[in-house]
């Protein structure tokens, strides 16, 4: 790098510029850097200004809007500086002079715009249609820049966007209004304008937007300012929460006389800045809070959201298994009940009991609950009019089965005959709950 540097012919402190220039503007081209830096004699401060204003006014980051927001000329209050209005004396005559100025300014303004007015209505100004504002404003900076230097940095964009930055950033705007058939115009550009303290000042306090009133851009806002020599110098700011004309200045003057009336203006207008941001802090922080309570509002609904739908779905869920259980038992019963029917269809259709003879066996019948029943069956009984009297009795199982003892052996449901299965009189029969 120290080889390039010199190859290049700079110093080390130049050097260091351009590396900082780099690397806060993003430009990766040296070359480009190092020509930026040498336009504004080396000056880093000035060089940057110049690339964040270029970056804002193709378009400006802030202004969105279409159109200026409207500015407010407010003639009583404005200060009005003009190169060949000493300072007033005090007292009376002090009055008396300030009096008549105003008159007289009053009265020129309104007849000035009379005539304009007029003479609108008799000739054509091709200046009245403002086709490209922003041509207008750079081709000014350009010729500006290529006739006069060193020079404040210039707003690169259009005046309404000039406007809605310093509205939005509430800071001074300062609009320079050139017109090169003035006499004094030449002069104040390579003196006035070219004095470093006067450069300082407004890159440090202001946004600088120039443009010419022989293009349509700065005719329509030197209309619009209505300001009655050249070069002129207006300063606008927030005020009242309206941004105002608060200053102009006419005609030549010195550095240090532009300095000192700058200075006067912003040490007047800057309360009215700081108000503006303190008012905007307490809207931010008014709707950073209304935000955190509006978040906490939606999370606590959220919370309270799921705890009823938690509630809805248990009480759903409940209500399902009511529902199951009450169907459960309505099945049960009508199981219970159609169970009992049977029971008494099958003890109805049971043969009569026989007396006791050899042809009749008496068998007893041990329930799983323990009771115990007796009866006396044919031989030519079937094991099917066994099962039934077993089935009819109520504190039998609903399905079962019949074994013997001794030897143990299952007695199975049928049309085969108690004979046929071997079964005698005496025999002790069990019965098994299949479903236990």
């Given at each position: 790098m120290d ?14 510029k351009i ?6 503007t ?6 480009v ?9 080396w ?14 006014g ?7 809007e ?24 005090a ?27 007029l003479?609108s209505?008799?000739?054509n100004?091709e ?7 922003l ?22 964009g259009?005046y ?17 209004l ?22 300082q ?13 022989d293009s ?7 209309q619009?300012?209505g ?5 002129l110098?207006?300063?606008?700011c ?8 608060v ?6 003057c010195?550095?240090q ?16 800045l700081?108000a503006a941001?303190?008012d905007?802090?307490e809207r931010?922080?008014t709707?950073r ?17 799921e705890?009823?739908?938690?509630r809805a ?8 298994r ?11 019963e ?5 169970v009992?029917e049977?029971?008494t269809?099958r003890?109805?259709?049971l ?14 019948i ?13 031989l ?20 079962f089965e ?13 049309s ?6 071997g ?5 002790v ?8």
């Amino acid at each position: 790098m120290d080889l390039e540097d010199n190859a290049m012919g700079l110093t080390h402190d130049q050097t260091d510029k351009i590396l900082q220039f780099q690397d806060l503007t993003g430009i990766e081209d040296m070359s480009v850097c190092r020509d930026v830096l040498q336009r504004h004699q080396w000056d880093l401060e000035v060089a940057i200004q110049e690339q964040l204003n270029i970056r804002e006014g193709r378009p400006s980051v802030f202004a969105t809007e279409a159109r200026a927001p409207p500015v407010v000329h407010d003639h009583i209050a404005q200060q009005v500086f003009t190169d060949d209005s000493p300072e007033a004396p005090a007292g009376v005559q002090g009055l008396f002079r300030y009096v008549v100025n105003f008159v007289v300014s009053m009265c020129y303004n309104t007849l000035s715009s009379i005539m304009n007015l007029l003479l609108s209505f008799i000739r054509n100004d091709e200046r009245r249609l403002v086709t490209d504002p922003l041509g207008d404003v750079m081709g000014f900076i350009n010729s500006y820049t290529a006739r006069y230097t060193p020079h404040p940095v210039f707003y690169q964009g259009t005046y309404a966007q000039a406007l809605n930055d310093a509205k939005n950033e509430l800071r001074f705007l300062i609009v320079y209004l050139h017109s090169e058939s003035a006499t004094e115009t030449q002069n104040f550009c390579r003196t006035t304008l070219a004095d470093p303290e006067v450069i300082q000042y407004i890159n440090t306090h202001a946004l600088f937007w120039g443009c010419s009133v022989d293009s349509s851009e700065g005719w329509r806002v030197a209309q619009s300012v209505g300001g009655r020599r050249y070069p002129l110098l207006c300063v606008v700011c927030v005020r009242d929460h309206r941004m105002t004309v608060v200053a102009r200045s006419e005609g030549a003057c010195s550095g240090q006389q532009l300095l000192q009336r700058l200075r006067r203006v912003v040490t007047d207008n800057e309360p009215h800045l700081a108000a503006a941001r303190a008012d905007r802090v307490e809207r931010e922080v008014t709707a950073r809070l209304r935000a955190a309570q509006d978040e906490a509002y939606a999370e606590s609904l959220a919370a309270d959201q799921e705890k009823e739908r938690r509630r809805a779905a248990d009480r759903a869920a409940r209500a399902q298994r009511e529902h199951e259980d009450l169907q459960r038992r309505e099945q049960e019963e009508r199981r219970k009940e159609e169970v009992a029917e049977a029971r008494t269809a099958r003890g109805a259709r049971l043969p009569r009991e026989p007396a006791a003879g050899p042809s009749a066996v008496a068998l007893l019948i041990r329930l799983p609950a323990g009771d115990r029943l007796t009866r006396r069956f044919l031989l030519a009984h079937t094991t099917q009019d066994l099962y039934d009297f077993v089935f009819s009795h109520p504190q039998s199982p609903e399905e079962f089965e019949i074994t013997t003892n001794f030897p143990k052996r299952t007695i199975a449901r049928g049309s085969a005959s108690l004979l046929e299965v071997g079964l005698k009189d005496r025999d002790v029969l069990f019965v098994n709950d299949i479903n236990a």
